[in-house]
C-alpha cells in the first residue's frame, strides 16, 4: 500500500514523461531509430563483447535471454545504450525539427521520405548480422501474404485456406522462369538471357508469376458466386492439395525432389520494394469504391447487389488480387530461400498464415502487419523453449483469441497522427469550400 | 394473492446499443391473464424475452422477481425448469425435424415430476386432439395452425407456474385461432398464469383481464382490459395515431 | 533549424552508408573480430610452440527435428553425434602437432521438419553462434536446403542423413556427404536378387513420393533395367497413404517376384505389413529405411523375410584389418565400442542413424587431425583427400567438379529379418557377402 | 407510358404459392401503397420486381424494358432502388461510406484506378464524397456521416439506408416498411420526409405498410394483399371501408 | 472382377475411418455451426489413449490378473477408449470455444486449430519420439472368401463401423439428449426455452464426436499400426472435406462423403497412376463442391441433422 502511495508521483512523473513521448512524431522515431542502428553497427560489436554478450544480440536479446538467463543484466544494459537511450533521446530531440518539416511537406514527401528512411534502417539493422536480413525478409514475405489474404478473409468475410497453394504456383512458376532464362542448370540447360539482366528481369517474371498464380485462382473464384462460407473454404482447402499434387507429378521441375539453383535476386532491397508496393496497392484497392465493396459483400451481399454492386465482379477481383500477391509473396520466397519442393506449401504453412491473419486482426493493414511481426517475433524468440515453443504459441494465441476475437487490431487502423491532421485538415478545408460555395 | 406472482421495475433492454425498452414496471398476479399489445417494434417481444431471461440483455437498473425469486439469477434454462415459466415464442419456434411426440417429449427433459407426466400428456392432447392424432408427423409438415398449438403444448408440458405467449394469433385462421384461445382459456382456469403479447389488440383485449399498452419501449397505458376497449389513446397508439 | 538539418543529413548519410555497406560485406563488424582472435590465438600458438597448450573449443552447428515429422530418426542422428563429441572431449580432444587442443560445442535448433527454418536456422548457426562446422539436419529436402547456406558462407557441412544425389550435381564446395547416395541405395539388392535367384525377371517397384524415394528407386530402376529385369510396375504413392491394398492388388496382378520401394519409416511398416495380411505372393520384398530399424520388429511375422537397404548396422564388422586389406587407413572406436557406448549412453539399439551422425564428427575429427589445423580451408583440403575405414564403414568423396563431395567411398549392406534358433525375430546382415551375418532367405516365406 | 408495369406476377416457394397473379401498373411521381397482414406476399413481391427472385410466371416491365429475370445489381442500375423491411446497411462501415458504395454502379475509373490510386480515381470519389455528403446534408444526417452505421439510433439507420437507395439515382423507389419501430412522432416525421424526398429527387415510391394512418395520408393508390392475392385495391378512402381489408388486417372480431 | 471386389473391400475400409472421424466434425457444426479443426488431433490422441488402454489391458492379461480372450480385450478397450476419449472432446470445447462462443466463427477456428498443434506438441513432449506400435489385440487372419482376400480386421473395422453407426442413430432418436442435439441443429437458441442446458447438449456432442474419434483410432491403430503424434493432421482435414463433400451438419452426408471420399481415393490410386491420387481426387471433390454448392445431402444454408 505505502509502496503505491509513495510510487505515484514517480508514476505521474512518468506518466507525463510519456505523454511527451506519445506526441513524437513518427519521423522522429525513425530518426531516433537510425541513430541506435548506427551506433550498434559501430559500437555494437564492441560493448557485446565488453558486456559477455560475444556478438551483437540479433533479435533484441531476447532469445540469448531465455537461452542464458545469467545474461539479463548485459543484455538489458545493452538495450538502453545501444536503443533505448539513443532512442529517446534522439527522438524527443529531433521532434521539433520534424514538427516544423512536417508543416512544409506535402503527404506524398512526407510518408515517401519515411519510407526511405525506414528503408535504410531496416537494410541497416538486418544487415549488420545475415540472421536478421534471412528473418526480416521472410517477415516481410509473410506480410505480403498475410496482407492479400485478408482482402478475402477480413475484407471480404470469407474463409479461404489456400494461401499456400497460390504462394507455391507463384514460387514454382517464377523460378522455372529465371532458372530457364538466366541460370545454367542441368534441367533447362544454359541460360535464355544473359545471367547479368537476372536482377532487372525478376520484377517481370514476379509480375508473370502473380498472373499465373491469380489465373489459376479462378478455380476458387468462380464457385465462390455460387458458394459461400464453409463449403468455399473447402474449395480453397481441395486447391491447396490439388496444387501440392500438381507439383509432385511435375517430374521435369523435379516432382517431389523440388526445384533449386534460383538466381540470387531477391535481396532486402527487392523484397522490401515488392512489400511496400503490394501494401500500398491493396491499400489502394481496399480504400476505393470499388475495393470497399468487398466490405458490402460481407456484411449484406444482397444489399450489395440492390445498390448497384456486380458482386461477381467484386468476388473475381479480391480473390485474384489475393492470388496475385500471394503469388508474388510465393515468387519472393523462392527466390530468398533458393529452393523449394511441394511440401514446402502444405496446409500447414496456410494455417501459420492464418494464425498471423487472425492475430494481427481481419480488416485492417495494420493488422495485416502486426500479425506476422508478432507471430515470427514469438517465433523467434521463443526458439530457445525448443520442443515447448510450440506448446507455448498455442496458448498465447488462444489466449488472445479469447481476449479479442477479432484479433489485436481488427477492424481499426493505427492512426498516424500526422496523417491525421492531414485528413482533418482537408476536410475542413472540403467543409469551408461547401460553406463558401 | 397479497404480492403479484411477477413484479418487473425499471425494466431496459438492449440490443448492442439500441435501447428497445426504456425502463417499464408492471405486475402479474396469480391466476390473472395479462395482454401487453402496442405497435411493430414496440418492445413487447423484448419484454417477454427478458423476462425469460432468453436472448437478451437487461440493464443495470432492472428488477424483476418471480414469487420471491430473483429472476436475474436464473439462467434462461433454469427460467423454465426451476421456476415453472414457459415461453412460447414468436414465431412457433417448434422443431420441424422432430415429430410432435417427440417435441413433447423433449419439453419434459427437465422435469424432475415424472409421475405427473402422463395426466399433463392426456390433458395436452384433451386440449388440442389434433396433435393426438399426429403424434408421430414431422413438426414441420403441420399447418400453421397446428404447430402453434404444438408450442403452446409443448410450454404447457415444460412449466405450468406461467406461461408468456408471445404473438398466439399470428397466422392463424379466425376458427383455429377461437379455439387457440378457447384452450388457453381453460389452461388459464386450471392455475396457469399467462401474459401475452398481441398486435391483434381487439383479440387480446378481449381475452385477457388486464392490459398494459407499450409504445416505441414506453408503458403508456395500463388498465382493466374493459377500460382499456373503451379508451381511444389504444387505437391511436395501436394503430400508429 | 540549418544546424539541424545538418546533423539529420549527416545522420541520413551514415544510415546510408551503413545500408549500402551491409549488403557488400554482411556481419563485418562482428566476423572480423572473432576472426581475427582465432588467427591471432593460432598466431601466438605458432610463434611459441613451447609455451603451454592453447585450447580450442570449436563450435559444431546443426539443427535437429524436434518437432514435425521427422522427429525421430533425426533424434537418433543428434545422439550419435552428441556421442561422438562426448568422446572427443572426454578424450582430451585433438592435440594438434604445435601442441593445441581442439575441444568441441555444439550449437544447435529445433528445425520444426521445416525449409525455411533450417535456412533460417543456418544462418544463425554461422553467424549468430559463429558455427565453425556445420553437420546436416535430417533427410535429403531439410539438408538441401541448409546446403544451399553453407555454401553460401563457406562454411563446411557434413551431411549425413541425406542419401540425394543431386545436391552435390550443384555444382557445391564445401559440403560432404557421409551416406552412401541414393542412386546406390538399392542396385545391391538387385544385385543380391541376381546372385541369389539368377531366373528373377519381373520385379516391381514401389516407392513413397518423396524426394528421397524417388531418387533411389529411378537409379535402381535404371540398373535394374541394365542388368535385364523387367520392371511390371512402377508406382509412387503418397506420402500419407494408410492403406495400401490398391498397390498390393497392383503387385498381385503384375505377377511381380520382387517389391523394392518404400519409403520412410511409417509407409514402409505399414506396406509391409500390409503385405504380410494379404499374403501378397512375392518372394523378396525390399525395403528403404523402415526394416532396419529397431521397431520394425514389432511388426512380428509380418517382418519376416524383409530386406532393407541400411548405411550400417550393429553386427556389421568393419575391421582395422579388413582396412589394411584395403591397404587404406582404419580411424575411431570399432563397431563393438560404439555399439556398446551408445547402448550405454542411451539405453537403446544404435540405428544407422544413430551411427551416421557418429560418423559425421568422426571423420570431421579425422580431417582435423589430418589437416592439423582447424582452418577451414585446410580441413576442406584433408577431407576431399580422406580414404578411411571407421566402424561406419569406408569413406571417400568425389573431388570432381560436377559431383564434389558426393559419397562414393561408403557401401550399403542389406539387412533381412530372420528367426533364430528359439524362434526370436533378428535382424540379419545378408550382403554384401563379406559382411554377412547369414545366409539371404529366399523366397522369403 | 407507365413507370413500371406486372403482369401475372405468380411466385412459387417450392409447394408454397407465395404470390400469384398479380398485377399492377404504375405511374411516374405516384406513392404507391401495398398493405396487407404479415406473410401475405408484400415482401416477396418487392423482391421479385428487384431481382432477388426469378418468378414462377409473369412479366416485369420497367420503363417500357422487361427486366424479368435480370440480376438486382442490373435493376438497381436501370434505377430501381429499394431499403429493406429489417435493415441492411453494410454494418462494420460509417454512414458517409454506406452512402457513397452505392455510387459503385457510376464509378468509371476501373481497376487500375483503384489499384494504383490515379488522379482520376481520386477525383471521382472527391466527387462522389462531395455528393453523398450532400445527400446527407439534405437528409439531416450529416453529423452521423463518420460514425460506423451499427452503432447509430435506429431512426438514423433508416435514414441513411433511404439515403443509400437515393445515392443509385433511382426513378422508382421501393420502401419495405419505412416506420417500422418508429414512434408517432417520428412516423409523421417520417412522412413528411418521404414526401420531401419524392419531390426534391422527383422519384415514384412504391412502399409497404403496416400503419394504415401511414398509407391512407400518403398514397394516392393502395393495393391490399392477402396469402398472395390482391383482396382489394383502390384509393385510401375506399380501402379504410373495406370490410375484407379491415378483418385481413385490423384483425379478427372474434368472440370468445 | 474380383480386382473390383478388393478394391470395394480397400475403399470402405479407408471410408470407415473419414466416416467416423467426419461425424465428429458434422455433429459439432449441426449444433455450433463450427468447424472443430481441433478434431483431427482428438483423433490422434484417442489413438494414443487407446494405445495406453489396450497396452494396460495386455499387461493385464499377460499378468494372467485378467482372464479374457481376445475378443473382449478389444470390446473393453474399445469401449474403455471411447469413454475416455470422449472427455478430450469436452476438455477442447470448454478450452478453445466456449469462451468464443459469440465470437466470430473465424476465431473459433483458429483457437480450434492452436489447440491442435497444442496437442501434437503436448503428446511429443509427453511421449518423447519413440514411435507407437499398436498391439495386435485380435490376432490377424486372412479369409479367402471367393477369390477375394478378406483380413478379419477389415471385418471387424466394417462391422465395428457399423454398429457405431446403428448405435448413434439410436442414440440421437431415442434419447432425451439426442433428441436435443436434433433439436438443437433445427433451432439453436430456441432450446433453453425447454428448460434444456445448452452447455450440456454442446459438450455431449463433442463427447460423441470424439468417442467415435476414439473407436476410430482404435480400428485404424489396428489396421496401421503405427501412432505418431501428427498422424491426425491429414486425416483429419481428409475427413473434414469428407464432412463437408456429404452435406454440413448432415450425419448421413457425412457418413455418405466419408465412404466416397474412401472410394475415390482407393478407385484413384487403383486405376490410375497413384501419384495423381491427391490430384484428381480432390479435383473431383472441387467439382462436386462447384455444381453442388451445398454438398450432396446439405441444404441451402441450413444445418439439419438427420439421418
Not at chain 1, 181 to 187: K, P, Q, S
Not at chain 5, 299 to 304: F, N, V
Request: overall charge neutral; some cysteine.
Amino acid at each position: 500500500m505505502s509502496i503505491s502511495v509513495s510510487s505515484t508521483p514517480f508514476r505521474r512523473s512518468l506518466r507525463s514523461k510519456l505523454q511527451a513521448l506519445r506526441d513524437v512524431p513518427v519521423g522522429s522515431w525513425f530518426l531516433g531509430a537510425a541513430l541506435a542502428v548506427l551506433l550498434e553497427w559501430y559500437i555494437g560489436p564492441a560493448l557485446a563483447y565488453a558486456l559477455g554478450l560475444g556478438q551483437i544480440p540479433a533479435i533484441f536479446g531476447l532469445s540469448l535471454i531465455l537461452k542464458k538467463p545469467w545474461l539479463i543484466p548485459s543484455v538489458l544494459l545493452y538495450l538502453v545504450l545501444i536503443y533505448g537511450l539513443p532512442l529517446a533521446v534522439m527522438a524527443r530531440l529531433s521532434a521539433g525539427l520534424i514538427r516544423r518539416l512536417e508543416a512544409r511537406l506535402s503527404t506524398g514527401v512526407y510518408v515517401g521520405l519515411h519510407l526511405v528512411l525506414l528503408f535504410f534502417l531496416l537494410w541497416a539493422w538486418s544487415s549488420a548480422d545475415d540472421y536478421r536480413l534471412l528473418v526480416i525478409r521472410l517477415l516481410a514475405i509473410n506480410i505480403l501474404a498475410t496482407m492479400s489474404l485478408n482482402i478475402v478473409n477480413g475484407w471480404m468475410g470469407e474463409f479461404s485456406v489456400s494461401v499456400a497453394g497460390f504462394m507455391a504456383v507463384g514460387a514454382y512458376v517464377s523460378s522455372v522462369l529465371m532458372v530457364w532464362g538466366f541460370v545454367n542448370d542441368d534441367v533447362f540447360g544454359p541460360p535464355v538471357f544473359p545471367p547479368q539482366l537476372a536482377p532487372m528481369a525478376f520484377p517481370i517474371v514476379l509480375v508473370i508469376a502473380g498472373a499465373v498464380t491469380a489465373f489459376s485462382a479462378l478455380a476458387v473464384a468462380i464457385p465462390s458466386f455460387r458458394t459461400r462460407g464453409d463449403y468455399l473454404a473447402i474449395i480453397t482447402l481441395a486447391y491447396v492439395f490439388i496444387v501440392r499434387s500438381f507439383f509432385e507429378n511435375m517430374e521435369f521441375i523435379g516432382g517431389p525432389r523440388g526445384f533449386m539453383n534460383q538466381p540470387e535476386v531477391a535481396g532486402f532491397p527487392m523484397v522490401f520494394f515488392w512489400t511496400v508496393f503490394g501494401i500500398w496497392v491493396m491499400r489502394n484497392y481496399v480504400t476505393s469504391i470499388l475495393g470497399k465493396a468487398t466490405n458490402a459483400v460481407r456484411d449484406n451481399e444482397s444489399a450489395a447487389e440492390m445498390m448497384t454492386i456486380n458482386t461477381r465482379a467484386v468476388k473475381i477481383t479480391a480473390f485474384l488480387t489475393h492470388a496475385f500477391w500471394a503469388g508474388v509473396a510465393g515468387g519472393l520466397y523462392a527466390h530468398v530461400i533458393g529452393y523449394i519442393n511441394p511440401a514446402t506449401f502444405d496446409i500447414r504453412r496456410s494455417a501459420e498464415i492464418l494464425g498471423m491473419l487472425y492475430l494481427g486482426g481481419l480488416n485492417s493493414i495494420t493488422g495485416s502487419l502486426l500479425g506476422p511481426v508478432l507471430f515470427m517475433f514469438l517465433s523467434e524468440v521463443l526458439r530457445p523453449f525448443q520442443l515447448l515453443k510450440w506448446l507455448v504459441i498455442p496458448v498465447i494465441l488462444i489466449y488472445a483469441m479469447i481476449r479479442r476475437p477479432r484479433g489485436l487490431m481488427g477492424f481499426q487502423e493505427l492512426r498516424i497522427p500526422f496523417l491525421e491532421r492531414r485528413r482533418i485538415a482537408r476536410e475542413e478545408e472540403k467543409l469551408h469550400g461547401a460553406a463558401g460555395d | 394473492m397479497s404480492s403479484p406472482q411477477l413484479v418487473v421495475e425499471n425494466l431496459e433492454v438492449y440490443y448492442g446499443n439500441i435501447r428497445a425498452v426504456h425502463g417499464i414496471s408492471f405486475h402479474v398476479n396469480k391466476g390473472e391473464i395479462v395482454a401487453i399489445i402496442g405497435a411493430n417494434g414496440a418492445g413487447k417481444t423484448s419484454t417477454l424475452r427478458a423476462i425469460s431471461r432468453w436472448m437478451v440483455k437487461v440493464g443495470p437498473k432492472t428488477r424483476m422477481t418471480f414469487e420471491g425469486h430473483d429472476l436475474l439469477r436464473y439462467p434462461p434454462h433454469k427460467v423454465v425448469s426451476e421456476l415453472g415459466i414457459s415461453h412460447v415464442p414468436e414465431g412457433r419456434r417448434i422443431f420441424g425435424n422432430l415429430t410432435v411426440w417427440e417435441n413433447l417429449m423433449l419439453a419434459t427433459y427437465a422435469r424432475k415430476d415424472r409421475h405427473n407426466l402422463k395426466r399433463d400428456f392426456d390433458m395436452v392432447f384433451d386440449l388440442f386432439p389434433r396433435l393426438a392424432e399426429r403424434r408421430n408427423q414431422k413438426a414441420g409438415t403441420l399447418s400453421g395452425g397446428e404447430q402453434q398449438m404444438l408450442a403452446v403444448a409443448r410450454a404447457l408440458i415444460t412449466g405450468r407456474r406461467m406461461m408468456l405467449l408471445d404473438e398466439p394469433s399470428m397466422g392463424l385462421a379466425p376458427l383455429l385461432m377461437q379455439e387457440m384461445f378457447a384452450a388457453l382459456r381453460q389452461i388459464n382456469r386450471e392455475g396457469t398464469t399467462i401474459l401475452l403479447v398481441e398486435q391483434n389488440a381487439h383479440m387480446a383485449l378481449k381475452f385477457a383481464h388486464r392490459g398494459y399498452v407499450l409504445e416505441t419501449g414506453n408503458l403508456v397505458l395500463e388498465g382493466l382490459t374493459m377500460d382499456l376497449l373503451q379508451n381511444p389513446r389504444v387505437k391511436e397508439a395501436y394503430l400508429g395515431g | 533549424m540549418r544546424r539541424w538539418l545538418l546533423v539529420l543529413a549527416l545522420l541520413l548519410g551514415l544510415v546510408l552508408a551503413a545500408g549500402c555497406g551491409g549488403q557488400a560485406t554482411p556481419t563485418q563488424a562482428p566476423e572480423q573480430e572473432t576472426a581475427a582472435e582465432t588467427q591471432q590465438e593460432t598466431a601466438k600458438e605458432e610463434a611459441q610452440p613451447a609455451e603451454q597448450a592453447k585450447e580450442i573449443v570449436l563450435t559444431i552447428g546443426f539443427t535437429e527435428s524436434r518437432t514435425g515429422r521427422l522427429e525421430v530418426s533425426s533424434g537418433r542422428q543428434a545422439k550419435g553425434l552428441r556421442l561422438w563429441m562426448k568422446h572427443i572431449n572426454e578424450a582430451g580432444g585433438i592435440k594438434l602437432s604445435d601442441g593445441t587442443v581442439v575441444k568441441f560445442k555444439e550449437a544447435s535448433y529445433d528445425d520444426e521438419s521445416s525449409k525455411d527454418r533450417v535456412q533460417e536456422l543456418y544462418t544463425k548457426l554461422i553467424t549468430e553462434d559463429k558455427a565453425d562446422f556445420l553437420i546436416s539436419p535430417y533427410s535429403s529436402g531439410l539438408t538441401d536446403a541448409a546446403a544451399v547456406i553453407a555454401e553460401q558462407y563457406g562454411k563446411v557441412m557434413l551431411t549425413t542423413g541425406a542419401a540425394s544425389d543431386k545436391t552435390y550435381q550443384k555444382g557445391l564446395t564445401q559440403v560432404f556427404q557421409i551416406y552412401t547416395p541414393a542412386s546406390r541405395y538399392l542396385t545391391g539388392a538387385i544385385d543380391l536378387l541376381l546372385t541369389t535367384d539368377p531366373n528373377l525377371k519381373k520385379v516391381a517397384f514401389v516407392y513413397e513420393q518423396a524426394k528421397f524415394s524417388t531418387t533411389v528407386v529411378e537409379a535402381a530402376k535404371t540398373y535394374a533395367e541394365e542388368k535385364g529385369l523387367e520392371i511390371v510396375l512402377f508406382e509412387g504413392y503418397p506420402s500419407d497413404t494408410t492403406d495400401f491394398g490398391p498397390f498390393i492388388n497392383k503387385i498381385v496382378q503384375s505377377g511381380a517376384e520382387a517389391v523394392l520401394g518404400g519409403g520412410h519409416f511409417q509407409d514402409g511398416t505399414t506396406f509391409a505389413r500390409q503385405l504380410y495380411e494379404k499374403q501378397a505372393p512375392v518372394k523378396a520384398v525390399v525395403l528403404l529405411v523402415a526394416p532396419p530399424e529397431p521397431e520394425f520388429a514389432e511388426l512380428g511375422d509380418a517382418a519376416l523375410g524383409v530386406t532393407g537397404p541400411s548405411q550400417w548396422e550393429p553386427q556389421v564388422k568393419y575391421t582395422p584389418e579388413a582396412a589394411k586389406e584395403l591397404g587404406i587407413e582404419w580411424y575411431g572406436p570399432t563397431n563393438e565400442e560404439f555399439v556398446q557406448a551408445y547402448k550405454a549412453e542411451y539405453n537403446e539399439e544404435p540405428s544407422y542413424h544413430s551411427a551416421g551422425g557418429y560418423a559425421a564428427g568422426l571423420i570431421l575429427e579425422y580431417a582435423i587431425k589430418k589437416a592439423d589445423s582447424v582452418d577451414p580451408a585446410k580441413v576442406k583440403e584433408a577431407l576431399d583427400n580422406t580414404d578411411v575405414l571407421t566402424f561406419f564403414g569406408r569413406t571417400k568423396f568425389d573431388t570432381s567438379p560436377e559431383s564434389h563431395g558426393l559419397q562414393i567411398g561408403h557401401e550399403m549392406v542389406y539387412i533381412q529379418w530372420q528367426k533364430d534358433d528359439q524362434g526370436n525375430l533378428v535382424k540379419q546382415v545378408v550382403w554384401p557377402k563379406e559382411a554377412a551375418t547369414a545366409e539371404f532367405i529366399y523366397p522369403m516365406r | 407510358m407507365a413507370l413500371l408495369e406486372i403482369e401475372g406476377l405468380t411466385h412459387w416457394f417450392g409447394g408454397l404459392r407465395a404470390v400469384y397473379n398479380f398485377h399492377t401498373r404504375i405511374e411516374p411521381g405516384e406513392i404507391r401503397g401495398l398493405i396487407g397482414p404479415n406473410g401475405a406476399g408484400k415482401t416477396t413481391i418487392f423482391n421479385l420486381v428487384t431481382g432477388y427472385y426469378r418468378p414462377t410466371e409473369g412479366r416485369i416491365v420497367f420503363l417500357g424494358r422487361d427486366i424479368t429475370g435480370k440480376r438486382p445489381n442490373e435493376i438497381g442500375k436501370l434505377g430501381i432502388s429499394r431499403t429493406f423491411q429489417n435493415l441492411r446497411l453494410w454494418t462494420h462501415l460509417t454512414a458517409l461510406e454506406n452512402i457513397m458504395l452505392a455510387y459503385y454502379g457510376q464509378i468509371r475509373y476501373g481497376l487500375i484506378g483503384a489499384f494504383f490510386n490515379t488522379r482520376r480515381r481520386q477525383e471521382e470519389e472527391a466527387r462522389i464524397e462531395v455528393e453523398a455528403m450532400d445527400l446527407m446534408r439534405m437528409l439531416e444526417i450529416e453529423t452521423y456521416a463518420h460514425r460506423v452505421v451499427s452503432g447509430l439510433p435506429y431512426g438514423i439507420q433508416r435514414k441513411v439506408e433511404i439515403a443509400r437507395a437515393l445515392a443509385t439515382k433511382p426513378k422508382l423507389l421501393l420502401l419495405d416498411e419505412p416506420t417500422a419501430g418508429m414512434s408517432p412522432a417520428e412516423m409523421l416525421e417520417t412522412m413528411e420526409f418521404i414526401q420531401f424526398v419524392r419531390e426534391r429527387f422527383n422519384l415514384t415510391i412504391w412502399l409497404i405498410e403496416h400503419r394504415m394512418k401511414f398509407v391512407m395520408n400518403l398514397c394516392n393508390w393502395i393495393q391490399v394483399l392477402n396469402f398472395g392475392e390482391v383482396i382489394a385495391e383502390g384509393p385510401p378512402d375506399v380501402i379504410r371501408d373495406h370490410p375484407d381489408v379491415v378483418r385481413a388486417y385490423l384483425g379478427e372480431m372474434v368472440e370468445i | 472382377m474380383s480386382q473390383i471386389a478388393q478394391q470395394v473391400f480397400n475403399a470402405l475400409q479407408l471410408g470407415s475411418f473419414y466416416a467416423l472421424i467426419a461425424l465428429g466434425y458434422s455433429m459439432v457444426y449441426s449444433i455450433l455451426m463450427l468447424f472443430n479443426f481441433a478434431h483431427g488431433d482428438v483423433f490422434m490422441v484417442a489413438t494414443y489413449i487407446g494405445y495406453f488402454v489396450a497396452v494396460g489391458l495386455l499387461g493385464l492379461v499377460a499378468a494372467s490378473m485378467l482372464p479374457l480372450p481376445s475378443w473382449a480385450l478389444f470390446v473393453l478397450t474399445l469401449v474403455l477408449t471411447m469413454f475416455l476419449a470422449s472427455f478430450v472432446g469436452i476438455l477442447v470445447e470448454l478450452v478453445a470455444y466456449r469462451p468464443l462462443r459469440d465470437a466470430p466463427r473465424a476465431s473459433a477456428a483458429i483457437t480450434g486449430l492452436m489447440v491442435g498443434i497444442f496437442m501434437e506438441t503436448g503428446v511429443l513432449a509427453l511421449l518423447g519420439a519413440s514411435r507407437k506400435d499398436f498391439p495386435a489385440l485380435i490376432p490377424p487372419q486372412t479369409f479367402q472368401l471367393g477369390p477375394i482376400y478378406v483380413t478379419n480386421l477389415k471385418i471387424l473395422t466394417l462391422g465395428m463401423t457399423l454398429l457405431l453407426l446403428v448405435l448413434l442413430y439410436l442414440l440421437i432418436h431415442h434419447t432425451k439428449l439426442g433428441m436435443a442435439m436434433r433439436a438443437m441443429s433445427f433451432d439453436y437458441a430456441v432450446v433453453p426455452l425447454l428448460g434444456i442446458p445448452m452447455n450440456t447438449v454442446i459438450s455431449f456432442t463433442f463427447a460423441l464426436g470424439s468417442a467415435l474419434a476414439g473407436a476410430a483410432g482404435i480400428l485404424y491403430g489396428m489396421s496401421y499400426p503405427v501412432l505418431d503424434p501428427y498422424m491426425g493432421v491429414i486425416i483429419g482435414w481428409k475427413a473434414f472435406v469428407a464432412a463437408i463433400l456429404g452435406g454440413r451438419g448432415s450425419i448421413f452426408g457425412a457418413v455418405v462423403g466419408g465412404f466416397m471420399l474412401g472410394a475415390i481415393e482407393i478407385l484413384v490410386a487403383a486405376t490410375m497412376p497413384s501419384t495423381m491420387r491427391d490430384l484428381i481426387a480432390y479435383s473431383i471433390v472441387l467439382l462436386i463442391l462447384t455444381f453442388r454448392p451445398y454438398g450432396l445431402f446439405g441444404e441451402e444454408y441450413s444445418a439439419r441433422l438427420r439421418l
